[in-house]
């Protein structure tokens, strides 16, 4: 199975603060990666498919880069509702694999 | 609007059974992929299976394989997924989520929680 390596697995940000998260595939999985936000005691929400297409109805300060092993998701302006847990996902291969998840917190 | 409503969780003792449900509404359900992942206590998220629109595919975690099994009733518009020989590491929130064209997962259940204990 491929391994999903989410970087940092935490931080701490302020409102409107750019954040950067990283995810690693053990092998190359093309564009087949998403993101995904997760509020406490909620159902996940998809951001970002194919690595980059951002997901409708989902605001434009989220984006999604990378192709191969290497991604990243960026928040460009850090909003109260993103504090928040994000989970990467790769869909190149059954099974499909999560990262471990990046816990964003107030600073 | 796509609602996805999962039912039949519970606590069950090791070794145990239950049958999950996931009635779906508001999309052509033969036409999408369909997906279960689970969340452990204060863990993260886990895929467990994946079953394709026609039924025909089924995918499983490592995890799960030869307990777990996936299906589903297209006339009832239901996702299942049996779980047999129960252990105390399937303790989980159970969600079911329906495949954004064989991707992602754009819609999600509000889970429903499984607890094996004795």
């Known amino acids: 199975a491929i391994q999903m390596t989410q970087s940092p697995s935490s931080l701490s940000a302020s409102v409107g603060d750019r954040v950067t998260i990283t995810c690693r595939a053990s092998?190359?999985?093309?564009?087949?990666l998403g993101w995904y936000r997760q509020k406490p005691g909620t159902a996940p929400k998809l951001l970002i498919y194919?690595?980059?297409s951002l997901q409708s109805g989902v605001p434009s300060r989220f984006s999604g880069s990378g192709s191969g092993t290497d991604f990243t998701l960026t928040i460009s302006s850090l909003q109260p509702e993103d504090f928040a847990t994000y989970y990467c996902?790769?869909?190149?291969?059954?099974?499909?694999?999560f990262g471990q998840g990046t816990k964003v917190e107030i600073k | 609007e796509v609602q996805l409503l999962e039912s039949g969780g519970g606590l069950v003792q090791p070794g145990g059974s239950l049958r999950l449900s996931c009635a779906a509404s508001?999309?052509?359900?033969?036409?999408?992929?369909m997906t279960w992942v689970r969340q452990a206590p204060g863990k993260g998220l886990e895929w467990v299976s994946g079953?394709?629109?026609?039924?025909?595919?089924?995918y499983y975690a490592a995890s799960v394989k030869g307990r777990f099994t996936i299906s589903r009733d297209n006339s009832k518009n239901t996702l299942y997924l049996q779980m047999n020989s129960l252990r105390a590491e399937d303790t989980a929130v159970y969600y079911c989520?329906?495949?954004?064209?064989?991707?992602?997962?754009?819609?999600w259940g509000q889970g429903t929680l499984v607890t094996v204990s004795s």
């Open positions: 996902l790769q869909d190149y291969n059954y099974p499909r694999t």
């Open positions: 092998q190359g999985i093309r564009n087949g």
């Open positions: 508001g999309f052509t359900f033969t036409s999408y992929a």
């Open positions: 194919a690595a980059s």
């Open positions: 989520a329906k495949d954004l064209r064989e991707q992602q997962f754009d819609y």
């Open positions: 079953i394709s629109g026609g039924g025909g595919s089924t």
